[in-house]
């Protein structure tokens, strides 16, 4: 009998043989397709909605660019060549693999239907017998980016689990970098050439450290040659040489997902390598693996490579004692207690064992093992308590990451602590009825930290901002600033301490501090330790300085006062008196200013020693503050009461005066100098003569100047132009 010849795409479009090509079993194909579609949206934009559309079927939709429509037929085509924009390896999101093929041979094999609205315009996708597709305009669309429809077949059916989980767990950055030429064997290498359809420079200046001028360089014995007529010993050298201008990527610059609410967190990192087959170059892959772990939940396994969710095999076997994980290579019996694990691992590339692309773990082995140990250790002190009451420390650690999701917008922003205790406070209110200390809050989180690591993009506030008449500088205050502080000289010889930052505006804008050579501090409240230190340091400069406070007619505003008194007299050597302005609550009253009503309570608010009796039992159930001053009546009695203190201007000694007007005159005369020197050696001249010399290789460099400007800032969209402009001109040898 002759042999009969059939061609590889037909696989596609056969229910029989397209898992083979998918990797994933018949029943799981429309899984696959929906996560196929999810992941190229996310891959395109950032985000995505999926839903259902009756009676069998399935929507994608993204806010992107949109696709060319001309490239409809060939993309959504089984039979065309294969396609990837994941050919250059990158710890980003998905790999390689048969991606639309699969979806397109799905809609064909069950018998469905595809339409694509891209562009403000609908296409309905006609697949051929020749396995090619064809893109039939059907109407208009209202929707801006890319929205696919998929009606599958009675044979298939819909189901979008995988894809909302690769949304759910599209969190975090994204690598910003490039490729790396310690990624690729010497045959990976050869392959990415012969599929890359550009010049040699061209290609060279995708790797990282080889943009720009030295791409040229590496590129230099491969003039006016296509990359994909290199033969595979000059693809070698060429990778050769992009290694030797370059250095490995650190895995650190890799992207990490956000934390995931309920879950505890730890990632393990390493490197694993594949040997070249034929060539002299193996493959150095560095990678991380995130593990999150939750005892609260049902057992459950999710692993994800580059926060895509794994097509493969994965389970996890539990007993009493113990958890087995089975997935993709991976198999190990680790000592805990049901729970359910989260895995991220985070590579530029992932050795795979079918077309569907599942991963082979087993480079990764105990890594995994590793991050799902200590992930565990750190979730067991989250396991519901039901045979005791629950303490502050248990709810706070119990809802830390709910209430870190929500501070940061789910890892969008950075957060401050005081936010974090905000976000917390509303589990302790209602589980324990009581309201929760910011103090005891920060001393949690603090031995927290000390036992799991800093939690991710949380800070903490600076107590305190010092304002300097004259040159306008804000200065935050806190320990490690005020170790490397400095006062001026001649600069102010006052100090106002208030507790309400936000008047600060008002008296900058009455121009208050430089009118009376006054400093101007605040901690937000009571005086933290970095005040107190500043107001040591600067009482043992040598320049006179007065130190004055002002503070609300309240309880707090009269202990505010009474503390900074007592911690600054409790040290030697101070050369500043605390002088107290008010205001107080006899003065308040007589001015005639809105007197807050406050509820007693049954224990008394303390007050300063230094207020009166009467006045003492007034402030347990009233209060006035600053702010019951409007703009005009604060500013004029303010200099009121600075104006029985105020000691002048500040006015240096003699010889200060003559050496500022000295230096003043001789910086004038040396600008003057300069001048002329520069004039008589015709330095316009020179400058016109080296620029000229240069023009033949600015002229070179404006061809690709567009080109590389719009390359780098697509990749790392933090920077300005400027900036990038700044970096190739730092690259021209002068």
Not at 353 to 368: A, Q, R, T
Not at 452 to 465: A, F, H, K, Q, S
Not at 511 to 534: N, Q
Not at 594 to 601: G, I, Q
Request: charged letters at 25%.
């Amino acid at each position: 009998m002759d042999l009969i010849t059939t061609q590889d795409w037909t696989k596609f479009r056969n229910l029989e043989t397209l898992p083979q090509k998918a990797g994933v079993s018949r029943d799981k194909l429309g899984l696959l397709v929906a996560k196929e579609l999810a992941d190229n949206a996310l891959d395109h934009c950032g985000n995505c909605e999926v839903g259902y559309v009756e009676p069998n079927g399935i929507y994608v939709k993204d806010q992107g660019k949109g696709i060319n429509p001309e490239l409809l037929a060939e993309l959504f085509s089984i039979n065309r060549p294969f396609l990837s924009s994941k050919i250059l390896r990158m710890p980003t999101r998905g790999a390689l693999g048969n991606g639309l093929r699969v979806v397109s041979g799905a809609v064909i094999a069950s018998g469905g239907s595809l339409y694509v609205s891209t562009r403000g315009q609908r296409y309905q996708i006609h697949f051929q017998a020749d396995g090619t597709s064809t893109a039939k305009k059907v109407g208009d669309s209202p929707h801006t980016g890319t929205k696919i429809e998929i009606q599958f077949g009675h044979s298939l059916k819909p189901d979008l689990h995988w894809a909302e989980l690769a949304i759910q767990y599209n969190q975090g950055g994204e690598y910003k970098g490039k490729t790396s030429g310690y990624w690729y064997t010497s045959e990976a290498f050869y392959e990415l050439c012969q599929g890359y359809t550009g010049s040699v420079r061209e290609l060279v200046a995708e790797f990282d450290g080889c943009t720009g001028t030295k791409a040229g360089k590496v590129a230099s014995d491969y003039k006016n040659k296509l990359v994909q007529s290199l033969s595979f010993d000059e693809t070698e050298s060429l990778l050769g040489a992009i290694r030797n201008h370059s250095k490995q990527v650190n895995r650190s610059r890799y992207s990490s997902m956000n934390g995931i609410t309920g879950y505890e967190y730890y990632k393990s990192s390493g490197e694993f390598t594949v040997k070249s087959g034929r060539g002299i170059y193996n493959a150095e892959i560095p990678f991380t693996v995130e593990a999150w772990v939750d005892f609260n939940k049902s057992s459950g396994l999710d692993i994800l490579v580059n926060k895509s969710p794994t097509t493969g095999w994965n389970q996890l076997s539990v007993d009493k004692k113990s958890v087995t994980v089975f997935a993709s290579g991976f198999y190990e019996k680790i000592a805990i207690k049901p729970c359910h694990i989260i895995l991220n691992i985070t590579t530029p590339y992932m050795p795979i064992v079918s077309d569907g692309k599942e991963p082979d773990l087993n480079w990764m082995n105990n890594e995994i093992k590793e991050a799902i140990q200590k992930a565990a250790k750190r979730a067991k002190k989250h396991i519901s308590k039901t045979d005791k009451k629950k303490s502050q420390k248990d709810i706070i650690l119990t809802h830390l990451q709910a209430a870190i999701d929500k501070a940061s917008g789910n890892g969008k922003y950075p957060f401050s602590l005081r936010q974090l205790y905000y976000a917390i406070r509303p589990y302790i209110i209602s589980e324990l009825g009581r309201q929760l200390e910011y103090g005891n809050f920060c001393g949690i989180i603090t031995n927290y930290e000390n036992e799991c690591g800093e939690i991710p993009n949380l800070y903490r506030d600076n107590r305190g901002v010092l304002y300097h008449p004259h040159t306008g500088e804000d200065i935050p205050i806190g320990t490690l600033t005020v170790q490397d502080y400095s006062r001026p000289n001649w600069t102010f010889n006052k100090i106002l301490y208030c507790e309400k930052e936000g008047l600060f505006p008002l008296l900058k804008q009455a121009k208050f501090p430089e009118r009376y050579d006054c400093a101007l501090v605040t901690s937000k409240g009571y005086a933290s330790r970095a005040v107190k230190d500043l107001l040591d340091m600067l009482g043992e400069t040598e320049e006179e300085l007065q130190f004055f406070c002002i503070h609300d007619a309240d309880a707090a505003g009269t202990k505010i006062y009474e503390t900074l008194v007592e911690e600054t007299k409790a040290r030697p050597g101070r050369k500043v008196r605390v002088i107290n302005l008010g205001l107080d609550p006899e003065e308040a009253v007589h001015m005639g200013l809105e007197v807050e009503k406050l509820e007693r309570k049954r224990d008394e608010k303390p007050v300063a020693g230094y207020v009166a009796g009467e006045w003492k039992d007034w402030l347990q159930t009233n209060r006035v503050e600053l702010n019951a001053m409007d703009s005009e009546l604060f500013v004029s009695w303010l200099e009121g009461k600075m104006s029985e203190y105020d000691k002048g201007k500040v006015i240096p000694d003699s010889s200060t005066l003559k050496l500022s007007l000295e230096q003043s005159i001789h910086q004038r005369v040396k600008q003057e100098v300069t001048n002329e020197i520069l004039q008589k050696a015709h330095l316009e001249e020179l400058i016109d003569q080296r620029m000229a010399h240069l023009l033949p290789e600015l002229n070179e460099r404006y061809k690709v100047l567009e080109e590389e400007v719009y390359h780098v800032l697509d990749n790392q969209r933090e920077q300005c132009w400027r900036e990038v402009i700044s970096n190739i001109s730092d690259q021209i040898e002068l």
